[in-house]
């Protein structure tokens, strides 16, 4: 392991003295300096202020973190830099989960929120964000129902479009490395006359071949992360070795994707402005791969794309800022089967889905003198559709019957300054449509319509101690919708023999809620280079929801019988608890900031996390919520000598996780094992226009998974240059 950070520990050594040294060709200014700790967010009250003035817990990604972090995806990016679980497949299926909430990478119903801009990003996996054109990436831990309602449980992960004005300025690059894998892109914005402005970002991405599982594993055999254990109900534990992947080459994981951004401004006049903003994302031929872990070599295509668009007018009248937007977007995923039973066959197209969002926001910052005031009306209409066909391209019946969620919502949040003292209080009002729709080949799913009403309300607090020195405390609450047909389906399944099965929706379902604060302390002293937080969060959510089945006899008039009736019921419980941490120290104070060689840490640890599973006798079995790491840590080292180079060694290690195993017919609880997975960049910049950075990920080339059977990428090296223009 010596030799492995030996020549990092020498380049470092050799950067610090050449760090007094003064370069005419700096880095570019849009990129944040390293020790510019106190960045201005907007996602924990949808209005600007200094993230060190919020009470909740905010981290922020930069343009520096994404040069800086080799990464394919969003996934990639807080997954290494935020301390969040993630579920990442080997190919553009990912989600993630913040504060103890399982991962999710679909459905409508998560328990994370992702928006772009402030309104909701149009996916449901995190995989399928555009990385171009980005200000920054700010993820909220904690409850934020009370300024966007559902979903925003455990968090919310905003991503921040980049608004360029000015003389036009951009680049171009170009990046090549291991596995065949190919990127081009192109980002300029400015101004093309005084009142008219612009970004325009487009990329490539393409991975030509197969990857390589991990096969060195310097740091699992340093540490004996060699094996899982399996809990069976009825045998002795087991014992599972997870080095039988190690080197292989992972079969059907090619793929390539596109993506592209324009938005285009217009100053009306001193108070009024519009902007247009519209995306696409689109990969076709996704290879897929089987499952490791049972022995599957079955693998499977799709075709995934995203497509947004949003209209923004904005207004400035002394004390207020109004704006309206109405946005839309649209999620599509197709399937296709290449073989079945691990033999090839005639692809086929198999199963589509689509979820669309469309809606409004409109707000109003009143401020008043040290105080702000955000008033707004938030609409949403959120559907989902699938189908389904046979090998021979027959319609088949889908998994579930088409259905919307329309959400009405208005919304207060206050910031009060008091000088040592800030409040933060807020509440929404909610009102909730739970639509089933007719849907084709499903005659006995019923259509059906309720509304729902839910209120969250929040609060935050933070008090200056002593200079640089802050507690924080916050407490809100958090909500999900139920699925649309828990609460207004209706389904009857009949057999050959006339016994009837009938699941039909709670009218009376309540949203799966959950009450959360936090206590912290926060200490922020830029000019001696610290940055620290503590912070202890508890979660209860309640009015979890469960199907509950009773068997009847119930004989109808035409000889049929009803023999089991189905509803859903709020059952169960979950309880979370843990501890946030985060620290980072820059030596160049030492230097009087003749150069930055930052050391940084975040992490979070769970003291619980645990969640009631209702058993088919009625009981409530309770367990570690699954796919949750025990601790989570994200650590590295950043040396920027202010101008023409910068390093980043960065790592991250995550505890033991629990899931079930499907693979094995008896079912039994798996406990994964721990990993580590460390990282490079080095970029150097030339003459002013030209840079360099060379990437190298999973440095010591681990074979790890963030999904037990869907091992990740061993070592991969890449070389990018840009031009700025």
Sequence with gaps: MKFQFYPLTAILFMAVLAGGTSYATPFPADTLSPHQLDPVVVTATRSAHSRDRIAQKIEVLTPNDLQMTPSNDLTDLVRKLAAVDVIQYPTLSSGVGIRGFRPQFSGLNQRTLLLIDGCPAGATNLSLINLNGIQQIEVLKGPASALYGSQAMGGVINVISAHSKGTPRGKAWAEYGSFQTSQLGLQVGGNLTKKLDFDLSGSTFERGADYTIGKNNLLRKAFHFDNALKYYSAQPQASVSETLADGQQRPNTQFHQYAGMLRVGYQIDEKWRIDLRGEKFQAKDVESPGDISSGSTEASKKDVDRSALDFTLTGDHGTHQASLKVYGSEENTTNYVLNEYGKPIAPYRSAQSQNQWKGLQLKDIWSL????????????????????????????????????????????????????????????????????????????????????????????????????????????????????????GYNEVRDSQGRISITQGNPDLKNESSLSWDLGLSFLRPNTGWSATLTYFNTSVTNRIAKVTTKVDEPQPNGDKIVSRAQYVNATEAHIQGIETEIQYDFGFLADHRYSLRAFLNGTSFLKAQEGI?????????????????????????????????????????????????????????RYPQYMVADLAATFSIENRHQLTLKVSNMTDENYYEKRGYNLPGRAISLRYQILF
């Design 614 to 670: 209702r058993q088919a006798d009625a009981s409530i079995l309770s367990r570690d919520i699954h796919n949750v790491a025990k601790n989570t840590f994200n650590y590295g080292l950043e040396y920027d000598n202010l101008a023409w180079m910068r390093l980043r060694l960065t790592a991250r290690n995550i505890g033991h996780r629990q899931d079930i195993d499907y693979t094995d017919v008896l079912n039994p609880l798996i």
């Design 369 to 488: 003198g040290p105080h702000s005031l955000t008033i707004g009306y938030d609409y949403l209409k959120a559907s989902n559709n699938s189908r389904r066909w046979y090998n021979d391209s027959t319609a088949r019946a889908p998994y579930q019957p088409d259905y919307a969620l329309i959400t009405s919502a208005l919304y207060v949040q206050a910031f009060l300054d008091f000088g040592r003292l800030s409040l933060q209080p807020g509440l929404r009002n909610e009102r909730i449509t739970y639509e089933v729709k007719t849907t084709d080949l499903l005659p006995s799913y019923q259509a059906g319509k309720k509304n729902l009403p839910f209120v969250s309300p929040s609060l935050g607090l933070t008090y200056r101690l002593l200079p640089g020195l802050k507690v924080k405390a916050n407490m809100g609450r958090g909500f999900v919708t139920a699925d649309a047909y828990s609460v207004a």
